[in-house]
Nanobody, 120 residues
Framework: QVQLVESGGGLVQPGGSLRLSCAASGSIFTIDFMGWYRQVPGKGRELCASIFEGGDTNYVDSVKGRFTISRDNAKNTVSLQMNSLKPEDTAVYYC??????????????WGQGTRVTVSA
């Protein structure tokens, strides 16, 4: 059993900052890909930031220069530092990871989601 647990969402004013964190636990051998998706009502999930085990990162254009994704491979955690937040960043943010278990099975795992609201 492997799970992802997120924390750090909340209400922030435009221009403010939030930091999201996600911790993976369970029978983990390696975690290849970790990412943060976000979803607003009526739309599909959007991959806004991702990071591979080696450290390569990617960002959707709308968050470049404002969001920073990082991970701690020893602790199996991934974080998303969000600065200069805009109302259009309001969404439910989901942590996602591709995990090789100790039993050498391959899993795609989602967190439960954490709500971020950017509003004055």
């Amino acid at each position: 059993q492997v799970q992802l647990v997120e924390s750090g969402g909340g209400l922030v004013q435009p221009g403010g900052s939030l930091r999201l964190s996600c911790a993976a636990s369970g029978s983990i051998f390696t975690i290849d890909f970790m990412g943060w998706y976000r979803q607003v009502p009526g739309k599909g999930r959007e991959l806004c930031a991702s990071i591979f085990e080696g450290g390569d990162t990617n960002y959707v254009d709308s968050v470049k220069g404002r969001f920073t994704i990082s991970r701690d491979n020893a602790k199996n955690t991934v974080s998303l530092q969000m600065n200069s937040l805009k109302p259009e960043d309001t969404a439910v943010y989901y942590c996602y990871a591709t995990i090789r278990t100790i039993a050498r099975t391959y899993l795609e795992v989602w967190g439960q989601g954490t709500r971020v609201t950017v509003s004055a």
